[in-house]
């Protein structure tokens, strides 16, 4: 009899990433649904110092799979020890982080165990008559989305979406009991050798492929004020800058950086444009964002037709405003 | 009526249509701008078999034929007339030319490089040539295995960027229209020089050149079909480059249509879409369904062509038509599109612009009645 | 080299638009694409076939009308073309799809099998790893380069913060990103030519050797769709006009509450 919500908490150069605590959070709800416990899975060397943590943010225990094999991730040692404690554990519902990895791993783990695997889903809850697990996704280019069940096979398995689920504010007096599982690994877990780590810093700026875009246009008035409101703005929501033709035209920012009709169409999770009228041809290009916030001093300006949120305002005071507010937020979080 | 093709051809529109969104739209606007020719799409046309689309395969060709011919060369005019009127000139013109008139040794010398890399201009008309072809200036005069030849030849498409030139030139001016000869020179030869660029209300991306010949000396192997042929090839070389224009024509007006369709379900006035007046919902009802019954004149030829048949009625009438319509369906975009479409922002007015050359080249459209009246019998 | 492609025919996603009246997917019109991942895979076939010899077969699971898919890699420049198509193999979660694939490439002589990272319509990037498991081959996913050196592959995987150097024997499994290259176009002649090819098309029947009925289709699927909606479409917006310490709160509110601070 399969039982509890296990979750693969994924750790890089030892340190256990974000979505492990947030999918721990969710686990918790759904356990407390089944009445049953949740387990972090984590895999990895010399972890042992940091299970405690994910005690703290919400797991009933861990079990620890330790190896030097498992230093840097690999597919086939990765797959081999989650499949173990999957094994030896018979759990009942197993999220993974739809991380590059996670979805690299979680894939050729639910292949060799024989159950269905839900992709990058972004809703998760327990249907009240079968106790399944209903997990919701997006698919169709994020046009549809889609509720599936796994009703014959377990564990339920299923990879969430980073940055969706949100993570219990840590309690260090939660209690839980750390479990090292033994499994015994060989050259021949290893198929694929690892032959570089190449640590990246993203240096290139492409405004397609950011989350997070702060646009200004031409109510930034200069040059000056245009880097000065909103590059410190971009970092500390973890965007890039982008403008407006009239921004581009105007020289203070590259034509690469351009939104709209003779620039580039984006679609990033927050869009947010300052001193920016709103023409068609920028909307054009910028319409398809999940949320869209805009801050013009003119009430009647057309960006306020298509923004989420809407603020009527002057960009040159409220901006460095704005920025220091979430910057605190951020800090007191 | 695409789904009524075979899928090879709709393959082909596929192709056309990605390479055209990907690689000739991007530049269309900078070609207008700077009147620049595009050197680095020329390749590229060359490399996925643009140019040899009709051709056979055992020539060096793709296999295809005239139908995937036009289904490309559409797709290519729809976001660029210029890159549309140099593939038409050196698919439909210059290397028909070689293909009907070369001997074994010049197809291997020429027809082969028009395939891989080379561009070959054709050059008839002379400041005093035009839809009058007869008086030709440019002479031709034996020089033992050589000929030596003289004059000048003007607007002639894509001159200066050609590696060939397929020019007419008279041998006998007793014989009149059969005293004519078709010489191809190299781009090199001693004596031949490209000269004033014209600069034109549109397709401003194509080269369109005088060139000049001083003393240019050409072997008697070089002579294109037989002496004295060479008004009689140039004219039955019309059919097809009436064809190339009228699916240019075609292009420029669909293309005009779809920009405009973009344009008007975007920009809002009086609270309401463009597209939601009735006015425009009409208006564009109407040109597409001229558009629609261009294309099928257009295609009408080449199946003909395809088919061995003769088509010279049904490529007048099909240039007429569509260049008729390219204009007007130009100018009516232009208008639905108000203030943004005069101006440089959108592709509208360029292509505005564009249409009106397709009314002049390969024979006015005045031409074209000419044709069409004596096919049907009206002297 | 004996390279496998697999590619899926997706609906150009990018073109689909929701009716703003009923609220449902316009499928009507929408063009059907070779998935742009498995395109780039197709593109990394042929570079390795025209560095170091061999030959490319494109393998694709779908209804008959994905021959034009397979025609669109032949004109690209592949060799042969597989379709795998029949009733008994319809409504494949990934799971039922990967063992249905995999046991098409049972029946085939190869050294290196390539797929897209994840298909534009399910996205779920679960295929090309599931096909590797039931294969019992390794895969490397997420590949930005590929370099063949002596017979082994030397590839760049990509991560969010990193990329691996991995050195892999054959026969392994590639899944790629469509950033991994700029796919070549068909060219005309390769049209001509793809329609004068044989696309073979595999039915249950051709692979009874190599298929476990228990595995296919709707009733090998462990998982299954229990509902699917649109999402909701978006309100009209919300606009303020008050002071501005106050529309600052407001903004890092609404920004915490969606999730993006």
């Known amino acids: 009899m399969s039982k509890n919500v296990y979750v693969f908490a994924e750790q890089r150069d030892g340190n256990i990433q974000k979505v492990a605590y947030e999918l721990v959070g969710k686990a918790r709800e759904l356990a407390d649904t089944l009445d049953e416990k949740v387990y972090a899975v984590l895999v990895g060397q010399g972890m042992d110092a940091q299970a405690g943590s994910l005690i703290a943010a919400g797991a009933d225990g861990v079990v620890l799979v330790q190896d030097e094999m498992l230093a840097e991730y690999t597919t086939e040692a990765y797959t081999k020890a989650v499949v173990e404690v999957i094994r ?66 377990r564990p339920q398995m299923a990879t969430v979406r980073p940055g969706v689920m ?30 570089e780590v190449i640590r990246e810093e993203r240096t290139s700026v492409d405004i397609t492929e950011a989350k997070v875009l702060v646009s200004g246009g031409r109510g930034m008035s200069d040059a000056e004020n245009f880097n000065a409101l909103l590059d410190p703005l971009a970092e500390v929501l973890g965007g890039v800058v982008s403008g407006s033709r009239g921004a581009v035209d105007a020289g203070w920012i590259d034509h690469e950086c351009q939104v709209g009709q003779t620039g580039k169409t984006v679609r990033p999770d927050l869009y947010l444009a300052c001193g920016i009228s709103g023409a068609i041809q920028h909307v054009a290009g910028m319409e398809g ?45 | 009526m695409y789904a009524l093709l075979k899928p090879e051809h709709r393959l082909v529109r596929q192709l056309a249509r990605e390479f055209a969104e990907k690689e000739v739209k ?67 013109l210059g290397m028909g030319l070689f293909a009907k008139y070369g001997t074994p040794e010049q197809k291997e010398k020429y027809q082969k490089g028009a395939f891989t890399d080379k561009l070959v201009c054709f050059a008839l008309t002379e400041p005093g040539v035009g839809t009058d072809a007869s008086n030709v200036q440019t002479v031709a005069v034996k020089d033992g295995d050589d000929y030596i030849l003289n004059g000048t ?84 070389s019309l059919d097809s480059g009436r064809m190339g224009i009228a699916t240019q024509a075609l292009g420029i007006a669909q293309g005009a249509i779809d920009e405009t369709i973009r ?57 007429l038509y569509n260049s008729d319509v390219a204009n007007l369906v130009t100018r009516e975009c232009v208008q639905l599109s108000g203030g943004y479409g005069y101006t440089r922002e959108y592709p509208m007015e360029r292509m505005m612009r564009d249409a009106k050359i397709t009314e002049i080249y390969e024979g006015t459209s005045e031409a074209q009645k000419m044709v069409i009246s004596r096919a049907i019998g009206v002297k | ?103 098409a490439l049972k029946k085939l002589d190869y050294d290196l099998i390539i797929t897209g990272r994840q298909a534009i319509d399910g996205d779920t990037a679960q295929v090309g790893p599931q096909i590797a498991e039931h294969l019992g081959i390794p895969q490397i996913s997420y590949v930005e380069d590929i370099k063949v050196e002596d017979g082994t592959l030397l590839v760049k995987r990509k991560f969010e913060d990193r990329s691996h150097l991995l050195r892999a024997k054959l026969p392994c ?48 699927s462990p998982t299954r769709v229990r509902k699917s909606f649109t999402k909701q479409a978006k309100g009209a917006g919300e606009k303020i006009n008050v002071p501005e310490d106050e529309a600052v709160a407001i903004i890092v509110s609404r920004l915490a509450e969606k999730h993006l601070i």
Request: glycine share 10%.
């Open chain 1, 88 to 153: 030896e554990k018979g759990p009942e519902i197993f999220l993974i982080g739809a991380t590059a990895i996670g979805r690299d791993l979680a894939p050729r783990v639910s292949a060799r165990i024989h159950t269905g695997l839900t992709a990058d889903c972004t809703g998760l809850a327990i249907d009240e008559a079968s106790r399944n697990l209903l997990m919701t996704r997006p698919a169709f280019g994020g046009n549809i989305m889609a509720t599936i069940v796994c009703e014959d096979h």
């Open chain 1, 166 to 195: 949100k993570a219990l504010a840590a309690d260090s007096t939660r209690t839980g009991e750390v479990e090292e599982l033994k499994v015994a690994f060989s050259a021949a877990d290893m198929p694929v050798e690892v032959v």
């Open chain 1, 289 to 333: 964002a999940e949320y869209i916030v805009a801050v013009d001093k003119n009430d009647g300006a057309p960006i306020f037709d298509i923004a989420d949120l809407g603020v009527v305002g002057n960009v040159d005071t409220l901006l460095p405003k704005l920025t220091e507010a979430i910057k605190e937020y951020k800090e007191g979080k």
């Open chain 2, 26 to 92: 991007p530049l269309a606007a900078t070609l207008d701008e700077e009147e620049r020719f595009p050197v680095e799409t020329i390749p590229k046309l060359f490399k996925y078999g643009f140019f040899g689309a009709a051709y056979p395969e055992s020539e060096g060709g793709e296999g295809g034929d005239s139908l995937a011919y036009v289904i490309a060369l559409e797709e290519i005019s729809k976001v660029c007339a210029t890159t549309g009127v140099i593939y038409s000139v050196q698919a439909g």
């Open chain 2, 153 to 236: 030849k003007m607007f002639i498409t894509t001159a200066g960027q050609a590696e060939w030139y397929i020019i007419i030139a008279v041998t006998d001016r007793a014989k009149k229209n059969n005293g004519m000869t078709a010489f191809i020179v190299h781009k090199d030869a001693p004596g031949f020089s490209v000269g004033k660029h014209e600069k034109k209300m549109g397709i401003r991306g194509s080269a369109t050149c005088e060139l000049i010949l001083k003393n240019v000396r050409v072997s008697k192997d070089d002579i294109l079909g037989k002496e004295g042929q060479g008004l009689k090839m140039a004219l039955a």
């Open chain 2, 263 to 319: 344009y008007v379900k975007e920009r809002k006035q009086f609270g309401k879409r463009i597209s939601q007046f009735q006015n425009t919902q009409f208006k564009l009802a109407e040109l597409q369904t001229k558009v629609d019954a261009g294309r099928m004149l257009v295609w009408r030829c080449a199946m003909l062509k395809d088919a061995g048949l003769p088509y010279g009625k049904e490529a007048a009438m099909a240039k």
């Open chain 3, 1 to 103: 080299m004996k390279i496998v492609v697999c590619v899926k025919q997706v609906p150009d996603t990018t073109e689909v638009r929701l009716d703003p009246v009923t609220n449902t997917l316009i499928r009507d019109g929408v063009p059907s694409i070779i998935n742009p991942d498995d395109k780039a895979g197709i593109e990394a076939a042929l570079r390795i076939k025209e560095e170091v010899g061999g030959t490319v077969t494109i393998v694709s699971m779908g209804p008959p009308q994905a021959d034009v898919a397979l025609r669109e890699a032949l004109a690209m420049g592949a060799d042969d073309a597989i379709l795998i198509s029949d009733r008994a193999f319809g409504g494949a979660d990934t799971w039922a799809t990967s063992s249905t694939i995999a046991a």
């Open chain 3, 173 to 220: 499994l590639l899944t790629c990103l469509s950033e991994l290259n700029e796919s070549r176009y068909m060219s005309i002649g390769g049209i001509f030519r793809a329609y004068k090819k044989d696309v073979q098309v595999w039915g249950l029947e051709d692979m009874k050797d190599t298929v476990d009925m228990a595995n296919i289709g709707l009733k090998g």
